[in-house]
């Protein structure tokens, strides 16, 4: 079974126990989703997705994604631009992000050892994790030398 088959049924799922159905909109866009391997945001999915020539609206597509990340099947963040991102995480390790306050430039990393501590954090406070979001914000190596380059042209 693909990821995509796997998401498209957990989703499926998901709705069911909500009450809702699996329109073809909401299967047009979950699929849209999961061939998308970068982060997103909604008007870039419904820019892509019309671009397709799919028939979906506005509110679908801001609905579905509500949906996608309610059911676990995407991450909503944001890079401190208060603006929201989405990306795919079903079938995908947890990843965090270090994110550049001048360029913008988002790295995604791994991490065990911080994976780790938030779940003795959570052990030691009786606290059940669902899920976290890291986001790490300062300067990329290319702009911290432009910086100092800057600098030394005063």
Known sequence: MKVSEAALDKFHEYLKDKGLKLTSERKEILKK???????FDAEDLLFMLKKEGKDVSRASVYRTLNLLVDSSLVEKVDFGEGKAY????????????????????????????????????????????????????????????GGQEDASNS
């Not at 989703?33 to 982060?39: A, E, K, R, T």
């Not at 990843?95 to 360029?103: A, F, I, K, S």
């Open 33 to 39: 989703v999961f061939s998308i391997h970068d982060h």
């Open 86 to 145: 989405y990306e795919h995480i079903f079938g995908h390790y947890h990843h965090d992000h270090l994110v550049c306050l001048d360029c913008g430039k988002v790295v995604q990393f791994e991490d065990p050892v911080i994976e780790k501590r938030q779940e003795e954090i959570c052990k030691g406070h009786d606290f059940q994790l669902d899920y976290h979001t890291l986001n790490i914000f300062g300067r990329c190596k290319e702009c911290r030398k």
